[in-house]
């Protein structure tokens, strides 16, 4: 059985921090892509960052990028997304992505979602 159990989410200050963690089961997790979105009220859901399953190169979304790291520990199937200096802005639900595309299909498994708030 696929999971996907994301984690860290809360309640922080502007210009705070979290940590959110994925925690991936019922698949092989070092080769799939794995990706965080993130949802606010009345919006669409976006990319936020992603990280390959080869080498790790990482891409960010432009309003995250110097403030969020993506990172993966394939040893213990987790991938994480440290956020710095938080915005009001970045209040969304996040979701954790795992994708792997292979020539003849594709598999994509979501997380159920985390709450971040960031209010003073």
């Known amino acids: 059985q696929v999971q996907l159990v994301e984690s860290g989410g809360g309640l922080v200050q502007p210009g705070g921090s979290l940590r959110l963690s994925c925690a991936a089961s019922?698949?092989?997790?070092?080769?799939?892509?794995m990706s965080w979105y993130r949802q606010a009220p009345g919006k669409e859901r976006e990319l936020v960052a992603r990280?390959?399953?080869?080498?790790?190169?990482?891409d960010y979304t432009d309003s995250v990028k110097g403030r969020f790291t993506i990172s993966r520990d394939n040893a213990k199937r987790t991938v994480y997304l440290q956020m710095n200096n938080l915005k009001p802005e970045d209040t969304a639900v996040y979701y954790c992505?795992?994708?792997?595309?292979?020539?003849?299909?594709?598999?994509?498994?979501w997380g159920q979602g985390t709450q971040v708030t960031v209010s003073s």
């Open positions: 992505n795992a994708v792997l595309r292979l020539e003849w299909d594709e598999y994509n498994y």
């Open positions: 019922g698949f092989t997790f070092s080769r799939y892509v």
């Open positions: 990280i390959t399953n080869i080498g790790g190169s990482t």
